[in-house]
């Protein structure tokens, strides 16, 4: 009891706080997402998201040498799709030449040692901004997973070391765990976004990638009917339950500060790797805030990774991690 027991004591300067501190970041917590597109000496700035870009495969190979450099051993790719190539059967999709068959391969050429993650969904090759087929108004499930399991072995033959189903559909990760089987992909990892709510903080990301839903008759307005209502909670341990039984070897919680009760409900349940995808809202609002002076974007920075992390990440999906790299010294 005070005054025997002063708790400022192992406060009292950096050396100390240091020594006790129980949350760590270091480079091993990040997965880097990185966008490509078409094309050769391209490096597109996103305008929603300041100081992050677009990459032609060419300039893939430098940043990825970059980044292993820094220390950040995995990352997440996404490919933007021409508008020429999207219609609404994902069939660029499966293309074994398409744009991210051919990223995977290229990191793999460049960094044989950095671990590969592919997107998985239909959005970025749909006509209609969708994760699955559209019919009649409706978003279809079994019919979409049969084209994200056709995906999944496509990323695995190019190199992919995970598959990451972005979808929502259900069953999805029972198809792509016992196709990757079939075709003697044993290896290759799943991480399932297992509660992926329904959230207002992918703008830029849709920007980034030309993915928002559009505006149609008969097309759905939002995401709604497949990823999950953020008033839930319950939910999203049921999700993952189901997805980890389905194969998947790690689950993620997508966006990150707003839904870290959920990360803490989940990592308390499960004994699978628990992913947390850091959006692209929430980098865009810590850059927008610091460039008008209203934040130290490195304090905030920091703050919310080891938020996130003291929550129960084991991996962190973020757009700041070149930034926490640098910050870190």
Known sequence: MYPIIRNRRLRSNEAIRSLVRETIISPDDFLVPLFVVEGKGVKQEIPSMPNYFRYSLDLLENEVKELWKMG?????????????????????????????????????????????????????????????????????????????????????????????????????????????????????????????????????????????????????????????????????IRETEMDIDEGADIVMVKPGLCYLDIVREIKNEVDVPVAVYQVSGEYAMVKAAAEKGWLNHDAVVMEQLTAIKRAGANIIASYFAKDAIRILG
Do not use: W
Not at 111 to 123: G, H, N, Q, W
Not at 178 to 207: C, H, Q, V, W
């Open 72 to 236: 950040l051993k995995s990352v997440l790719l996404f490919a933007k799709v021409p508008d020429n190539l999207k219609d609404n059967k994902g069939t660029e999709a499966v293309n074994p030449d398409g744009l991210m068959q051919r990223a995977v391969k290229t990191v793999k050429n460049v960094c044989p040692d950095m671990l590969v993650m592919t997107d998985v969904a239909l959005d970025p090759y749909s006509s209609y901004g969708h994760d699955g087929i559209i019919e009649n108004g409706l978003v279809l499930n079994d019919e979409s997973v049969e084209v994200l399991t056709e995906m999944s072995v496509s990323h695995a033959e190019a190199g992919a070391d995970f598959v990451a189903p972005s979808d929502m559909m259900d069953g999805r990760i029972l198809s792509i765990r016992e196709a990757l089987e079939d075709d003697g992909f044993y290896n290759t990892g799943i991480m399932s976004y297992s509660a992926k709510y329904a959230s207002a903080f992918y703008g830029p990301f849709r920007d980034a990638l030309d993915s928002a839903p559009v505006d149609m008759q008969n097309v759905p307005k939002d995401k709604k009917t497949y990823q999950m209502d953020y008033a839930n909670r319950f939910e999203a």
